[in-house]
């Protein structure tokens, strides 16, 4: 049975002590109300990663990084490698979030190598898709997710598609308080499914961890839980607040 998991995206928020807080909110509510077969996902500022990833794991949940670079080593100021994510003991690291496709210029192709990389040191991608408004208004969304996916993950071997989660965000719904629909997220979803089983097989597109991401809140995770194909949710401004952040992962 393929895993759900609800993962948080702090982005760029929170300081040192702000982020320690959080992390001991998140493990005290845990500690009395711990959601069965959930896989629970903190990506916190790299800055914070070891801080987080010793946190989580003591607390029976789970670190990852917000990007990371598509080199292995090397004179790339400012850039955080593989390597580095996994030695902190983060196990998981967002790749093409729309944040870093819209303002710093990250294209399928560079996206497809990021998660080659992630991939080779043993991390999770969780590979980012999704259309903007006027694609949906004019009626591309299925084009343009389908095209995200097969650019980023079609390249991978049947081996590495399996150590994949697939994050849809329709651009439109991220934090502008708009969610896409559940029938809409489910949909999605499911042609997603498709466009994995036409490629990697049926076993292995039932095997693939689909989360939605785009406004999801405490007040309608679950209703965007319930559906078949969607298997939890990439939570951003709801992820900085612990209460809202464990109820979400409460709901399913
Ligand atoms: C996100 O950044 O991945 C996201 C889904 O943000 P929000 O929940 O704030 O819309």
């Known amino acids: 049975m393929r895993k759900k998991i609800v ?3 702090w982005k760029m928020n929170k300081t040192f002590n702000e982020a320690e807080d959080l992390l001991f909110d998140i493990a005290d509510l845990l500690k009395n109300n711990r959601p069965a077969d959930v896989e629970i996902l903190v990506c916190p500022p790299a800055i914070y990663l070891e801080l987080s990833a010793d946190i989580a794991h003591e607390n029976g949940f789970s670190c990852g990084a917000q990007n990371l670079s598509q080199h292995e080593a090397g004179a790339f100021t400012g850039e955080i490698s593989a390597a580095m994510i996994a030695s902190t003991g983060a196990k998981y690291v967002i ?19 990021k998660v080659s990389q992630a991939l080779k040191h043993e991390l999770v991608p ?27 993950l079609f390249h991978l071997t049947a081996e590495e598609f399996s150590r994949v989660v697939i994050a849809y965000e329709p651009v439109w719904a991220i934090g502008t308080g708009r969610t896409a629909s559940p029938a809409q997220a489910q949909e999605m979803h499911a042609f997603i499914r498709k466009v994995l089983a036409d490629k ?23 209703e965007l839980f319930a559906n078949p194909d969607v298997d ?21």
Do not use: P
């Open 7 to 9: 993962a948080g995206n």
């Open 95 to 113: 790749v093409g979030h729309s944040e870093r496709r819209t303002y710093f210029g990250e294209d399928d192709v560079l996206l497809a190598a």
């Open 126 to 152: 969780v590979y980012c898709c999704g259309e903007v408004l006027a694609e949906r208004e004019a009626e591309k969304h299925f084009t343009v997710v389908g095209e995200q996916i097969q650019k980023a």
């Open 200 to 222: 990697f097989g049926q076993a292995a597109a039932e095997e693939t961890t689909i989360l939605y991401g785009g406004s999801c809140n405490a007040a309608n995770a679950a």
């Open 232 to 252: 939890g949710g990439l939570i951003g401004g709801a992820s900085l607040k612990a209460e809202d952040f464990v109820k979400i992962a409460s709901s399913f």
